[in-house]
């Protein structure tokens, strides 16, 4: 069997858990599965070998814009006062962002954005 445990998951829930993945039902949150769709269709996609083009996520106009910016260095602050938006906006996106490119790092993102071939529009 193969499941997933949290690592913010308590310790008073481990057997359960654990128990749960043996029996096959794995309770996951809507971002978790999201991701796990997301990757399904991409490795479902016809030719998806190793060198296979990925499928573009779909990103919106702010976090194209979020992205090109991180690509420049700047940090949340700096893309929130550029975008003319608030810090805790900016962090969303920036978070939708990592989401989509399923990247761990804002690092990643230039990465991720040319293996898809995305520009800001």
């Known amino acids: 069997m193969i499941g997933y445990i949290p690592s913010t998951a308590a310790l008073a829930d481990l057997a359960r858990q654990v128990l749960e993945i043996h029996s096959g039902e794995q309770v996951c949150s809507g971002r978790v599965a999201a991701g796990l769709l997301r990757r399904i269709a ?21 976090e194209r814009q979020a992205a090109e910016l991180i690509r420049t260095g700047l ?6 006062r550029r ?39």
């Open 83 to 121: 975008l003319n938006i608030s810090l805790a906006t900016t962090k969303s996106h920036v978070h939708n962002l990592l989401g989509k490119l399923n990247a761990h790092r804002r690092s990643e993102v230039a990465t991720h954005l040319s293996e898809y071939g995305q520009h800001s529009r």
């Open 75 to 80: 940090s949340d602050k700096e893309i929130a």
């Open 42 to 62: 991409l490795t479902a996609s016809p030719g998806s070998g190793h060198n296979a083009p990925f499928a573009v996520p779909a990103l919106t106009k702010r």
